[in-house]
C-alpha cells in the first residue's frame, strides 16, 4: 500500500507570493492533518480535515488556509508569504479523525523556502 | 497559557540501557497525548494516549499517562544505535494540538 505523498518536495518562492501545497493520503483514510516545522519553533500543528471539512485548527494566520477534496487529496495554502513562512510543510494522513485515531502516518514532507 | 514541556532535552546513553523521557502539560479540555518518534526525516507515530493508567507497549517501548499529574512517560529498554533520535511528545486539546521541544536521545554503541 502506498503510503502518503507530498508534492512538490521542495519549493522556492519569494515574499509576497502565495503557494500551493498537496498531500495524498494512505489509500482508504479520510483523515489529513498539517504541520509546520521549524528550527525556531519546532512542530506546529495547522489544521486537520475529515471529510471534506476543516475539524481543528492550529494557532495560524488566516494567510494559512487549506482544503479536502472528495477523494480525501489535501491541500494547502499560504498566502502572502513571509519570511518566517520558511519550513518543513508535513501531513499525516489517518483512518479517522486524530481525536479517535490511534495511528497516523507521515508524509516526506514540503520544504518550502521564502527568499 | 497551555504548554507542553518535555525532559531532558536531551539524553546520551549506551546500548542496552533503560531511558525514560518524560513529558508533562497544562492543557485546557484535554483529550490525547501522543508520542512520535524523529529522525532524520518525518515523525513516526508511537503511541496516543487518552486514559490514565493504562500502559501501551509495543515492542521495547512503552508509555503511560496520568491525567491527575498532568504527564507522561516513555520508556525504551535495551537501548539499541537504531533508537537514535529526536522524541515528540504532542498533547491535543477540542481543537489545537500542542508539540513539546522534544528529547534528542543518543545510543552510543
Known amino acids: 500500500k502506498a503510503g502518503v505523498t507530498q508534492t512538490p518536495r521542495y519549493l522556492i518562492k519569494t515574499r509576497g507570493q502565495q503557494v500551493t501545497l498537496s498531500c495524498s493520503p494512505i489509500?482508504?483514510?479520510?483523515?489529513v492533518s498539517w504541520y509546520q516545522q521549524t528550527p525556531g519553533q519546532g512542530l506546529q500543528f495547522l489544521f486537520e480535515?475529515?471529510?471534506?471539512?476543516?475539524?481543528n485548527k492550529g494557532n495560524f494566520p488566516g494567510r494559512f488556509s487549506g482544503r479536502q477534496f472528495s477523494n480525501s487529496r489535501s491541500e494547502m495554502n499560504v498566502s502572502t508569504l513571509e519570511l518566517g513562512d520558511s519550513a518543513l510543510y508535513l501531513c499525516?494522513?489517518?483512518?479517522?479523525?486524530?481525536?479517535?485515531?490511534?495511528?497516523?502516518?507521515f508524509g516526506p514532507g514540503t520544504r518550502l523556502t521564502v527568499l | 497559557e497551555d504548554k507542553v514541556v518535555q525532559s531532558p532535552l536531551s539524553l546520551v546513553v549506551h546500548e542496552g540501557d533503560t531511558v525514560t523521557l518524560n513529558c508533562s502539560y497544562e492543557?485546557?479540555?484535554?483529550?490525547?497525548l501522543l508520542w512520535y518518534k524523529q529522525e532524520k526525516k518525518a515523525p513516526t507515530f508511537l503511541f496516543m494516549l487518552?486514559?490514565?493508567?493504562i500502559e501501551k507497549k509495543s515492542g521495547r517501548l512503552s508509555s503511560i499517562l496520568d491525567k491527575k499529574e498532568l504527564f507522561s512517560i516513555l520508556n525504551i529498554t535495551a537501548t539499541q544505535t537504531g533508537d537514535s533520535a529526536i522524541y515528540l511528545c504532542?498533547?491535543?486539546?477540542?481543537?489545537?494540538?500542542?508539540f513539546g521541544a522534544g528529547t534528542r536521545l543518543t545510543v552510543k554503541p
Open positions: 487518552t486514559s490514565s493508567g
Open positions: 499525516a494522513s489517518s483512518l479517522r479523525q486524530n481525536l479517535q485515531s490511534n495511528e497516523q502516518f
Open positions: 492543557v485546557t479540555n484535554f483529550r490525547s
Open positions: 480535515y475529515f471529510s471534506e471539512t476543516q475539524r
Open positions: 489509500s482508504g483514510h479520510r483523515s
Open positions: 504532542a498533547v491535543r486539546d477540542n481543537n489545537d494540538m500542542r
